[in-house]
Protein backbone atom coordinates (compact mmCIF):
# COMPACT_ATOMS: atom_id res chain seq x y z
CA UNK A 1 0.00 0.00 0.00
CA UNK A 2 2.40 2.23 0.93
CA UNK A 3 4.71 1.61 -2.88
CA UNK A 4 1.12 2.41 -4.12
CA UNK A 5 1.33 5.93 -2.38
CA UNK A 6 3.96 6.78 -3.12
CA UNK A 7 3.90 6.25 -6.82
CA UNK A 8 0.44 7.67 -7.22
CA UNK A 9 1.50 11.23 -4.73
CA UNK A 10 4.50 11.04 -7.98
CA UNK A 11 1.95 11.07 -10.49
CA UNK A 12 -0.09 13.68 -8.57
CA UNK A 13 2.80 15.92 -8.82
CA UNK A 14 3.26 15.73 -12.73
CA UNK A 15 -0.48 16.49 -13.13
CA UNK A 16 -1.25 19.77 -14.64
CA UNK A 17 -3.22 22.65 -13.48
CA UNK A 18 -5.70 22.11 -16.08
CA UNK A 19 -5.80 18.61 -15.27
CA UNK A 20 -6.65 19.03 -11.75
CA UNK A 21 -9.38 21.31 -12.81
CA UNK A 22 -10.67 19.11 -14.49
CA UNK A 23 -10.62 16.20 -12.26
CA UNK A 24 -11.89 18.31 -9.67
CA UNK A 25 -14.82 19.02 -12.25
CA UNK A 26 -15.31 15.57 -12.34
CA UNK A 27 -15.49 14.59 -8.97
CA UNK A 28 -18.06 17.65 -7.88
CA UNK A 29 -20.20 16.11 -10.54
CA UNK A 30 -19.88 13.05 -9.19
CA UNK A 31 -20.88 14.45 -5.40
CA UNK A 32 -23.86 16.16 -6.87
CA UNK A 33 -25.41 13.34 -8.18
CA UNK A 34 -24.76 11.64 -5.51
CA UNK A 35 -26.50 14.20 -3.59
CA UNK A 36 -29.72 13.69 -5.90
CA UNK A 37 -29.65 9.97 -5.04
CA UNK A 38 -29.78 11.33 -1.78
CA UNK A 39 -31.42 13.72 -1.01
CA UNK A 40 -32.23 13.41 2.60
CA UNK A 41 -28.33 14.54 2.73
CA UNK A 42 -29.94 17.83 2.12
CA UNK A 43 -32.26 17.78 4.69
CA UNK A 44 -30.03 19.33 7.20
CA UNK A 45 -28.99 22.35 4.71
CA UNK A 46 -32.72 23.02 4.04
CA UNK A 47 -34.43 22.65 7.61
CA UNK A 48 -31.33 23.81 9.92
CA UNK A 49 -32.22 27.70 8.70
CA UNK A 50 -35.66 27.63 9.14
CA UNK A 51 -35.98 25.90 12.60
CA UNK A 52 -33.08 28.51 14.52
CA UNK A 53 -34.67 31.50 13.02
CA UNK A 54 -38.28 30.45 14.51
CA UNK A 55 -36.58 29.11 17.41
CA UNK A 56 -34.72 31.84 18.32
CA UNK A 57 -36.89 35.08 17.18
CA UNK A 58 -40.02 34.02 18.69
CA UNK A 59 -38.69 32.36 21.78
CA UNK A 60 -35.97 34.57 23.13
CA UNK A 61 -36.52 37.60 20.31
CA UNK A 62 -38.86 39.50 22.65
CA UNK A 63 -36.30 39.64 25.84
CA UNK A 64 -33.02 39.92 24.55
CA UNK A 65 -34.94 42.79 21.60
CA UNK A 66 -35.99 44.69 24.75
CA UNK A 67 -32.62 44.37 26.42
CA UNK A 68 -31.17 46.02 22.66
CA UNK A 69 -33.71 48.78 23.15
CA UNK A 70 -36.56 47.67 21.01
CA UNK A 71 -38.44 44.87 20.44
CA UNK A 72 -38.85 41.15 18.67
CA UNK A 73 -38.21 43.32 15.60
CA UNK A 74 -34.79 44.64 16.35
CA UNK A 75 -33.81 41.49 17.71
CA UNK A 76 -34.50 39.57 14.03
CA UNK A 77 -32.16 42.90 12.58
CA UNK A 78 -29.30 41.33 15.09
CA UNK A 79 -29.65 37.76 15.16
CA UNK A 80 -30.67 36.92 11.07
CA UNK A 81 -26.35 38.50 10.09
CA UNK A 82 -25.77 36.30 13.06
CA UNK A 83 -27.35 32.99 11.82
CA UNK A 84 -25.22 33.65 8.13
CA UNK A 85 -22.43 33.14 10.44
CA UNK A 86 -23.57 30.19 12.36
CA UNK A 87 -24.65 28.62 8.93
CA UNK A 88 -20.90 28.84 7.85
CA UNK A 89 -19.59 26.57 10.10
CA UNK A 90 -22.19 24.16 11.25
CA UNK A 91 -22.75 23.00 7.51
CA UNK A 92 -18.74 22.55 7.17
CA UNK A 93 -19.06 19.72 9.65
CA UNK A 94 -20.65 18.10 7.05
CA UNK A 95 -17.83 17.71 4.90
CA UNK A 96 -15.78 15.65 7.52
CA UNK A 97 -18.66 13.04 8.13
CA UNK A 98 -19.40 12.39 4.40
CA UNK A 99 -15.70 12.34 4.30
CA UNK A 100 -14.99 9.69 6.64
CA UNK A 101 -17.79 7.68 5.04
CA UNK A 102 -16.15 7.43 1.58
CA UNK A 103 -13.09 5.92 3.29
CA UNK A 104 -15.39 3.58 5.30
CA UNK A 105 -17.49 2.58 2.29
CA UNK A 106 -13.68 1.92 0.27
CA UNK A 107 -14.61 5.07 -2.43
CA UNK A 108 -11.53 6.60 -1.40
CA UNK A 109 -9.25 3.71 -2.01
CA UNK A 110 -10.82 4.19 -5.10
CA UNK A 111 -10.11 7.43 -5.53
CA UNK A 112 -6.64 7.00 -4.85
CA UNK A 113 -5.41 4.35 -7.25
CA UNK A 114 -6.62 6.48 -9.82
CA UNK A 115 -4.14 8.98 -11.91
CA UNK A 116 -6.09 12.11 -10.37
CA UNK A 117 -4.70 14.91 -8.33
CA UNK A 118 -5.36 14.13 -4.67
CA UNK A 119 -6.26 17.74 -3.75
CA UNK A 120 -8.92 17.49 -6.37
CA UNK A 121 -10.56 14.71 -4.61
CA UNK A 122 -10.69 17.57 -1.51
CA UNK A 123 -11.58 20.61 -3.62
CA UNK A 124 -14.46 18.82 -5.25
CA UNK A 125 -15.89 18.29 -1.06
CA UNK A 126 -15.47 21.66 -0.92
CA UNK A 127 -17.06 23.08 -3.49
CA UNK A 128 -20.04 20.53 -2.81
CA UNK A 129 -20.10 21.91 0.59
CA UNK A 130 -20.45 25.42 -0.25
CA UNK A 131 -22.63 24.78 -2.44
CA UNK A 132 -25.16 23.23 0.33
CA UNK A 133 -24.02 26.90 2.21
CA UNK A 134 -25.51 28.59 -0.15
CA UNK A 135 -28.39 26.97 -0.17
CA UNK A 136 -28.80 26.91 3.30
CA UNK A 137 -27.96 31.09 3.23
CA UNK A 138 -31.05 31.38 0.54
CA UNK A 139 -33.21 29.46 2.68
CA UNK A 140 -32.61 31.53 5.82
CA UNK A 141 -32.91 34.92 3.70
CA UNK A 142 -36.18 33.96 3.08
CA UNK A 143 -37.67 32.96 6.49
CA UNK A 144 -35.63 36.08 7.74
CA UNK A 145 -37.66 38.66 5.39
CA UNK A 146 -40.79 36.64 6.40
CA UNK A 147 -40.26 37.21 9.97
CA UNK A 148 -39.43 40.52 9.32
CA UNK A 149 -35.84 41.27 8.59
CA UNK A 150 -35.00 44.38 6.38
CA UNK A 151 -32.51 43.83 3.87
CA UNK A 152 -30.70 47.45 4.08
CA UNK A 153 -27.72 47.03 1.44
CA UNK A 154 -28.03 44.06 -1.32
CA UNK A 155 -24.00 45.02 -1.96
CA UNK A 156 -23.44 44.40 1.80
CA UNK A 157 -26.01 40.77 1.63
CA UNK A 158 -23.39 40.24 -1.13
CA UNK A 159 -20.51 40.95 0.66
CA UNK A 160 -21.79 38.95 4.03
CA UNK A 161 -22.13 35.64 1.79
CA UNK A 162 -18.80 35.84 0.12
CA UNK A 163 -17.14 36.61 3.40
CA UNK A 164 -18.81 33.57 5.31
CA UNK A 165 -17.85 31.42 2.10
CA UNK A 166 -14.25 32.59 2.87
CA UNK A 167 -14.43 31.32 6.47
CA UNK A 168 -16.36 28.22 5.67
CA UNK A 169 -13.96 27.01 3.57
CA UNK A 170 -11.29 27.53 5.56
CA UNK A 171 -13.36 25.73 8.62
CA UNK A 172 -13.72 22.64 6.28
CA UNK A 173 -9.73 22.08 6.06
CA UNK A 174 -10.33 21.30 9.82
CA UNK A 175 -13.11 18.78 9.50
CA UNK A 176 -11.33 17.24 6.58
CA UNK A 177 -8.88 16.68 8.59
CA UNK A 178 -10.80 14.87 11.17
CA UNK A 179 -12.47 13.14 8.26
CA UNK A 180 -9.22 11.53 7.47
CA UNK A 181 -7.70 11.16 11.01
CA UNK A 182 -10.83 10.11 12.96
CA UNK A 183 -11.97 6.46 12.51
CA UNK A 184 -15.87 6.79 11.87
CA UNK A 185 -18.41 9.55 10.81
CA UNK A 186 -19.69 9.48 14.77
CA UNK A 187 -16.28 10.51 15.97
CA UNK A 188 -15.70 12.93 13.44
CA UNK A 189 -19.27 14.87 14.54
CA UNK A 190 -18.87 14.02 18.22
CA UNK A 191 -15.73 16.24 17.75
CA UNK A 192 -16.99 18.69 15.68
CA UNK A 193 -19.86 19.47 18.64
CA UNK A 194 -17.27 20.43 21.11
CA UNK A 195 -15.54 22.67 18.86
CA UNK A 196 -18.77 24.08 17.28
CA UNK A 197 -20.69 24.27 20.46
CA UNK A 198 -18.25 26.70 22.34
CA UNK A 199 -17.36 28.91 19.26
CA UNK A 200 -21.25 29.55 18.94
CA UNK A 201 -22.16 30.20 22.08
CA UNK A 202 -19.46 31.97 23.12
CA UNK A 203 -19.70 34.80 20.75
CA UNK A 204 -22.14 37.37 19.94
CA UNK A 205 -24.13 35.32 17.30
CA UNK A 206 -26.97 34.97 19.49
CA UNK A 207 -27.02 37.56 22.14
CA UNK A 208 -24.85 40.89 22.49
CA UNK A 209 -21.60 40.05 24.63
CA UNK A 210 -21.66 42.76 27.00
CA UNK A 211 -23.51 40.92 29.76
CA UNK A 212 -21.27 37.93 29.89
CA UNK A 213 -18.55 37.93 33.03
CA UNK A 214 -15.21 39.40 31.64
CA UNK A 215 -13.16 36.12 30.95
CA UNK A 216 -15.91 35.28 28.10
CA UNK A 217 -16.12 38.55 26.87
CA UNK A 218 -12.28 38.33 26.26
CA UNK A 219 -12.44 35.08 24.65
CA UNK A 220 -15.73 36.14 22.50
CA UNK A 221 -13.87 39.49 21.21
CA UNK A 222 -11.14 37.18 19.49
CA UNK A 223 -13.82 34.16 18.82
CA UNK A 224 -14.13 34.10 14.40
CA UNK A 225 -17.40 33.48 14.59
CA UNK A 226 -18.00 36.72 16.52
CA UNK A 227 -15.81 38.68 14.33
CA UNK A 228 -18.04 37.06 11.39
CA UNK A 229 -21.42 38.34 13.17
CA UNK A 230 -19.89 41.65 13.39
CA UNK A 231 -19.29 42.01 9.95
CA UNK A 232 -22.45 40.50 9.09
CA UNK A 233 -24.19 42.90 10.55
CA UNK A 234 -22.01 46.26 9.52
CA UNK A 235 -22.04 45.23 6.15
CA UNK A 236 -26.18 44.46 5.95
CA UNK A 237 -27.43 47.00 8.62
CA UNK A 238 -24.72 49.63 8.44
CA UNK A 239 -21.87 50.24 10.74
CA UNK A 240 -18.23 50.14 11.27
CA UNK A 241 -16.93 46.84 9.29
CA UNK A 242 -12.87 47.52 9.07
CA UNK A 243 -12.06 45.69 12.08
CA UNK A 244 -14.22 42.88 12.40
CA UNK A 245 -13.71 42.13 8.37
CA UNK A 246 -10.10 41.78 8.34
CA UNK A 247 -10.33 40.07 11.44
CA UNK A 248 -12.50 37.68 9.76
CA UNK A 249 -10.01 37.59 6.92
CA UNK A 250 -7.05 36.66 8.82
CA UNK A 251 -8.88 34.07 10.41
CA UNK A 252 -9.78 32.55 7.59
CA UNK A 253 -6.06 32.90 5.71
CA UNK A 254 -4.54 31.62 9.10
CA UNK A 255 -6.83 28.27 9.73
CA UNK A 256 -6.42 27.63 5.76
CA UNK A 257 -2.60 28.00 5.67
CA UNK A 258 -1.98 25.70 8.67
CA UNK A 259 -5.04 22.85 8.00
CA UNK A 260 -4.74 22.91 4.02
CA UNK A 261 -1.14 21.37 3.74
CA UNK A 262 -2.22 19.36 6.77
CA UNK A 263 -5.51 17.79 5.49
CA UNK A 264 -3.95 17.38 1.79
CA UNK A 265 -0.29 15.75 3.75
CA UNK A 266 -2.95 13.07 5.99
CA UNK A 267 -4.64 12.15 2.89
CA UNK A 268 -1.58 11.73 0.75
CA UNK A 269 -0.71 9.25 3.36
CA UNK A 270 -3.60 7.76 5.14
CA UNK A 271 -2.84 3.61 4.89
Known amino acids: MSSITTTVAKADGR ?13 VRRNLLWIRQDPESMFDALLMPIVFTLL ?38 GVGTGFSQDFNSGVMDRFRSLPIGRGSVLFAKIAVELARM ?17 ISSWPGLLATVGLSALFATSIMWVFLTLGVVLKN ?30 WLRHFTDYNPLSTLADSARGLMNGG ?21 PVAIHKFRTKT
Open 56 to 93: FVYVFGGSIGQALGGGQGQYVQYVIPGMIAMMSMTLSQ
Open 15 to 27: IPLRGHLRHTGAL
Open 185 to 214: AQSVQAMGFLVLFPLQFGSSIFAPPRSMPG
Open 240 to 260: PVAHSVWMTVGWSVAITVVMA
Open 134 to 150: LFATAILMVVAVLVGFH
